[in-house]
């Protein structure tokens, strides 16, 4: 497996551009069977959950053609309704196979997606939501089978979703896409990724409004056609790269972003004491010659802090001159880079879902392992900011999120050199 070597201590200076969301590209990929016509998506960020995407659109009968770099077209009707195994296990993602591939075959096996190491990561929401529309539901072998009532099509539902899901909402947003009548999807998650995919989806001709508050309305329509659309930025790479510069005392300029979406987060690093300035869609990050203040976090769906920045925080918490805490609400296993970072000196104890950080003036260069997609940017800027040598192990989940980000910390001036390994 991969490893990552990184010689810290240098201050991150310079400008990055920021790639398409993952988190936006993936539903969009896969809202793309709900149609046989072309869709041209660019801003598709080059990752392995995105490649994934693409190899799972191939087996379920999609073509799927690279034009130029982040620029893709995706066409042809699903012919296979079997989302197998081998691939969801890999991609949590892929459970959102499930209401597009219902919605236009009448029918679909999704198996289960794997365990991850943030939590349990239930999908019963899409199950529920998807049992409203008329679907009826198995669980086979490790697969869920779905289908749609006599005639092939679903039916519009009002749907209460008892916890915000992020997936959830998309997985019923693109069923109701196709389905005869209105959906009504209450207590919706708002988050900018949504509203990225209800884009994507009017674009194709779906009737969808109320995307980015908590109450989605979709009448659903008898055909969807095809088109472009472009993958919103990534708000969580942003946040990464702007923490970064942070950490390591820097001047960080992310290009290609949408600031708004990042205003939970740049307010919390405005508190930390950064010097924030927006032009456009460009943010600069000023950290030079300023101390890191101490500042609690509460992870919440948005417009609260995401989940997927708590990590990243965390470390500049280790930073601060104080004490902090940080509160995880959203998964209950999201701490595991926690004991890692306390390798590296960091001072975090764990009671419940809160972290105690007693803030430290520097860290120190050891051996880590990453654990998930954000506990791995986690380590990583810790590493960046650590006197003398970090290496990070299992970085492919790295790989999952981050695009190019060798390439990336490289060219803002850290060192960071990827070690090859065997498998
Ligand atoms: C591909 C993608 O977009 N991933 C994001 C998405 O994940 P994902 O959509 O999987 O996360 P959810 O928003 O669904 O999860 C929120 C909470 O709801 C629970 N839950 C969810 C579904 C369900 O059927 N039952 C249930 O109990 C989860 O276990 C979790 O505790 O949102 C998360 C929360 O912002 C982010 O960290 C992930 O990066
Ligand atoms: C948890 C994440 O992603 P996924 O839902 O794809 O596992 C993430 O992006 O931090």
Partial sequence: ???????????????????????????????????????????????????????LLEILGKKCTKIEDGVFAVEGAVTSNVAP??????????????????????ESSVSLPGGCAIGARPVDL?????????????????????????GGRLRGAEILMEKVSVTGTENLMMAAALAEGTTV?????????????????????????????????????????????????????????????????????????????LD?????????????????????LDMTNRRIKPVDIITAPHPGFPTDMQAQFTVLNALA???????????????MHIPELNRMGAQIKIAGNTAFISGRPMLKGAQVMATDLRASASLVIAGLVAQGTTIVDRIYHMDRGYEHIERKVRGLGGSIERIKGNV
């Fill in 126 to 150: 899409h199950i529920k939501g998807l049992q409203s529309m008329g679907a009826q539901i198995e669980l086979n072998e490790g697969y869920i089978h779905a289908v749609a009532p006599a």
């Fill in 185 to 261: 999807i209450a207590n919706a998650a708002r988050e900018p990724e949504i509203v990225d995919l209800a884009d994507c989806l009017r674009m194709m001709g779906a009737k969808v409004t109320g995307d980015g508050s908590d109450k989605i309305v979709i009448e659903g329509v008898k055909k969807l056609h095809g088109g472009e659309h472009s993958i919103v930025a990534d708000r969580i790479e942003a946040g990464t790269y702007l923490i970064a510069g942070m950490a390591t005392r820097g001047r960080v300029i992310c290009r290609n972003t949408k600031p708004d979406d």
């Fill in 1 to 55: 497996m991969d490893k990552f070597k990184i010689e810290g201590g240098k201050a991150l200076n310079g400008e990055v551009t920021i790639s398409g969301a993952k988190n936006a590209a993936l539903p969009i990929l896969l809202c793309t069977m709900l149609t046989d016509e072309k869709i041209v998506l660019k801003n598709v960020p080059d990752l392995r959950d995105v490649n994934t995407s693409f190899k």
């Fill in 264 to 284: 939970p987060v740049l307010a919390k690093l405005r508190l930390a004491g950064a010097y924030v300035e927006i032009d456009g869609n460009s943010i600069l």
């Fill in 85 to 106: 195994y081998d691939l969801v296990k890999t991609m949590r993602a892929s459970i959102m196979a499930l209401g597009p591939l219902t919605a236009f075959l009448g």
């Fill in 321 to 335: 001159e104080g004490e902090s805490k940080v509160t995880e609400t959203i998964f209950e296993n999201r701490f």
